[in-house]
């Protein structure tokens, strides 16, 4: 007789039977799942939006996930080999990537070449240039758009691997933590609401759609539910992500402003200015922790500014420093100014130490005008143009070195007397101004500097209209407006609003001195920072020490004047102190014109804006201050935590193969017959996760013989003598109805696996197994000893061992169960 239930070889009209599968073909299920993947990849995209600029990278990216979830959605309606999918899916992945980016080097253009190799080699290192360097929003250039489609191809490959081949649908999700993770790291306003919501709608529809997968990627039974618990556990998940994204950022260093992820910026190489500073300046002085720190110490009187890098050429919309690759010299030990200040003028040497614990540039910071860097390890180059220093095969990471400077002691009285105009040897670069530069720029360059009589007095004019009451200082309103970065019509923006910051202010006035006549050129690098309360002995002489942090991060514009040289001033309100030569003539008797102005009287460049919120004690406390040691907290938090998670991520993968396949086998779950199969497979494993071992060649029969009589259950099964005993099977974990002993137990699977093998077809799973799988449980549990214990719920050996047993397969529908 079959099992109570089942009504063998009989059918309903239309052919359908509820334990029976859906159809030999999977219907609508994949492309139903596929399309709930791609509104859940491409929902989340969106807050990429940002991160690039503009949405020009949509189009492609989304035909990329399209065409990758439709490939493997076709592999499942023709029935391939579950593992197959995937590898369908890379394939058609690679072959989408080749038709987009390298048609024209590639066979039929899809298949790649071996020209289609070689483009792709100095394509990703141009791009690996652009994010090294750039700052968001990036502009979207073939590489970073290849870069974006085969990322988000590959988290939609994953998303449905996770979700269907290893019956994982909620963890899928960190697919979507992969596309979102981008936003948060790197835009100052992280995910957005738009999407936020994309992926949290996309999530819960794989979860929805998940429902008709049964554990192994089969689809359940005809007529079936998903379990009732199913609503509970999606709105737990949700209440859970809500609690993560308002706990984390209050216990984990790093997050001030935003929900979690947003404010996470570890790097295990330092804080990196990248390769263009100008456009990364924005960012750092945004960031509330301050960015990665220099110390500098110096015989100086004032503290200095440091000078990274200079730009001199405004054509494009992005603006970077020219690295005058063909000028460039090797070693900077000794270097020469090609534009030092003439004879007779007075000047001022000084000896400066640098430590760079944590901040990681290709351009070395550096008091301007060096002459001599002394104690650098690797390659570096030096311009006699600009005075910058470039590394060739290292970066400023780790780097102690010691500099010596010469500048000029420039005077009101000096630089009023110079009219004559620039050598002939001075690059045009410097004066240049391209064609498409907005009107509004010359416009308001020529009303300021229209009466003004020399260089001097144009230069001053500019500069104190721009730190005139009519402009403001603001690191966010170029963000909101939608001008932030640098570029021609980011200037003309910015004079139009009058509100920005050093950027926008040294870029505005750097071109305006232009169209005055005057050459000019923008400085990079880091105002003054804070005295550390330390001191540094180089060669028996005392230098007093600071800080710099990215809030010391600064840009200002630096004039040509012929017999002085390259003079810098300070347009930007609040942020630094205008040298003496540069600012307004006071009434007799009043003090300064600019509150910040007494900040350094007798310095020859602006001085420091913005001090740190506590003096960081120096390279001698850490990682360099107070800032670092949160953040080499946060570092060891989240170390341990991951640490932590990566330890039990195998009890954690068990258990939910466990739960999955006890969820399948409970009556009314839809396995029908198949649960014994699957009952089977869970005893397999448990006896393998405490040192049983299988034999290839064993049918079920035969290896619950030698379960029962192995080590690993022979204690548990004889100790009771075939009846009920103290031990109770599995205690008080099993129902009343459980087994009474693991040998019980193992009878009712074997039996329920050998009725799904070779019994006719059942409706409904049958009655006992899920507490016989708890009574062998326990009876494995109380024959093993704790490190065997231990090792099957920490590491379970299931996890890591292919057993090629002969278990049964799960039944396919006949036709005459089909609908």
């Known amino acids: 007789m079959s099992p109570a239930g089942s009504r063998p070889g009989g059918s309903r009209p239309g052919g359908s039977r509820p334990g029976g599968f859906r159809s030999a073909g999977l219907g609508a299920a994949p492309w139903a799942l596929a399309a709930a993947m791609f509104t859940a990849i491409m929902g989340a995209a969106l807050s990429i939006n940002g991160v690039l600029l503009g949405w020009g990278w949509l189009a492609n990216a989304g035909a990329t996930v399209a065409v990758v979830l439709a490939s493997m959605a076709a592999g499942r309606s023709l029935r391939l080999p579950a593992v197959l999918v995937p590898v369908l899916g890379l394939v058609v992945l690679g072959l989408s990537l080749v038709f987009q980016f390298f048609a024209d080097t590639a066979y039929l253009g899809i298949i790649p070449s071996g020209r289609t190799l070689a483009s792709l080699k100095p394509l990703l290192r141009e791009t690996s240039d652009l994010i090294v360097g750039g700052a968001v929003p990036l502009p979207v250039d073939p590489g970073l758009l290849l870069l974006c489609c085969a990322g988000l191809g590959l988290l939609a490959i994953l998303m449905d691997l996770l979700a269907v081949s290893l019956a ?113 300046l924005g960012n750092d002085l945004r960031n509330p922790t301050g960015g990665g720190q220099l110390f500098y110490a110096t015989d100086s009187f004032s503290p200095l500014y440091l000078r990274s890098s200079t730009l001199e050429d405004f054509s494009g919309s992005t603006w970077a420093p020219d690295p005058r690759d063909d000028t460039r010299r090797l070693g900077p030990v000794r270097m ?35 002459e001599s860097v002394l104690g650098l390890s690797g390659r570096w180059t030096w311009d006699p143009a600009t005075m910058t220093v470039k590394a060739l095969d290292t970066t400023t990471l780790g780097q102690n070195y010691t500099a010596i400077s010469t500048m000029p002691q420039i005077s009101r009285e000096l630089l009023s007397t110079i009219a004559t105009p620039p050598r002939p040897t001075l690059d045009p670069i410097f004066l240049a101004t391209p064609a498409d530069t907005p009107p509004v720029i010359e416009e308001t360059a020529l009303a300021i500097t229209g009466t003004a009589p020399t260089p001097y007095d144009k230069a001053m004019a500019l500069q104190d209209y721009l730190r005139s009451p009519a402009f403001t200082y603001s690191e966010l309103t170029p963000l909101r407006e939608g001008y932030d970065g640098s570029g021609l019509d980011v200037v003309a923006k910015f004079l139009e609003v009058k509100s920005g910051y050093c950027v926008h202010f040294s870029a505005a006035m750097a071109l305006m001195a232009r169209e005055a006549g005057i050459p000019s050129r923008i400085a990079v690098g880091y105002a003054p920072g804070t005295p550390t309360g330390k001191q540094v002995m180089v ?201 009474a002993t693991a040998a019980t137990a193992v009878a009712t699977l074997l039996a329920a696996c050998e009725s799904a093998q070779y019994g006719p077809p059942s409706e409904d799973a049958p009655a006992g197994l899920e507490p016989a799988l708890a009574a062998v449980r326990a009876g494995c549990a109380r024959r093993a000893s704790l490190p065997v214990r231990l090792r099957a719920a920490l590491l379970p050996p299931s996890l890591f061992s292919r057993t090629r047993l002969r278990l049964p397969r799960l039944p396919r529908p006949t036709a005459r169960q089909r609908p």
Request: contains cysteine; neutral net charge.
């Open 336 to 370: 020469t100014n090609r534009f030092d200040s003439a004879p007779g003028v007075p000047t001022l040497t000084t000896t400066t130490q640098i430590d760079s614990p944590d901040f990681s540039s290709p351009w070395l910071p550096l008091p301007y005008a060096p």
């Open 168 to 280: 994982l649908p909620a963890i899928s999700g960190v697919a979507l933590l992969g596309v979102l993770f981008i936003p948060a790291l790197f835009k100052p306003d992280s995910v957005g609401p738009a999407g936020f919501a994309g992926a949290a709608a996309g999530y819960l529809l794989v979860l929805g759609c998940c429902q008709w997968y049964a554990p192994h990627g089969v689809l359940r039974a005809a007529g079936s539910a998903a379990p009732a618990s199913q609503l509970r556990r999606a709105v737990g998940l949700g209440a859970a992500a809500v609690a993560a994204l308002l706990i984390v950022p209050a216990v984990i260093p790093g997050f001030s402003s935003g929900l979690f992820p947003q404010g996470a910026k570890l790097s295990a190489w330092g804080t990196v200015s990248g390769l263009n500073p100008l456009i990364t």
């Open 539 to 739: 060669d028996g002489v005392a230098l007093n020490q600071y800080v710099v942090d990215g809030h010391n991060a600064h840009a200002w514009p630096e004039l040509y004047f012929e017999g002085l040289g390259w003079v810098p001033f300070e347009p930007t309100p609040s942020r630094g102190s205008v040298p003496p030569y540069a600012q307004p003539i006071a009434a007799p008797g009043t003090g300064p014109l600019n509150p910040d102005d007494s900040l350094n009287p007798g310095a020859a460049l602006p001085s420091t804006a913005t001090a740190s919120p506590s003096a960081p004690a120096g390279p001698g406390t850490g990682a360099g201050g107070g800032t670092v040691d949160l953040w080499s907290s946060a570092g060891a938090v989240l170390g341990g935590l991951a640490g932590l998670a990566l330890l039990a991520s195998p009890w954690m993968w068990r258990r939910t193969i466990r739960r999955r396949r006890l969820a399948a086998i409970r009556p009314g779950a839809g396995a029908g017959g198949s649960a014994g199969a699957l009952a089977w497979r869970e005893l397999v494993d448990t006896a393998v996760d405490y040192g049983f071992r299988i034999d290839p060649s064993d049918t079920p029969r035969t290896m619950a013989a030698r379960l029962l009589a192995s080590p690993v259950l022979a204690a548990a099964s004889g100790s009771a003598g075939g009846g009920s005993s103290s031990h109770g099977g599995a205690g008080s974990r099993a129902p009343a109805e459980s087994p």
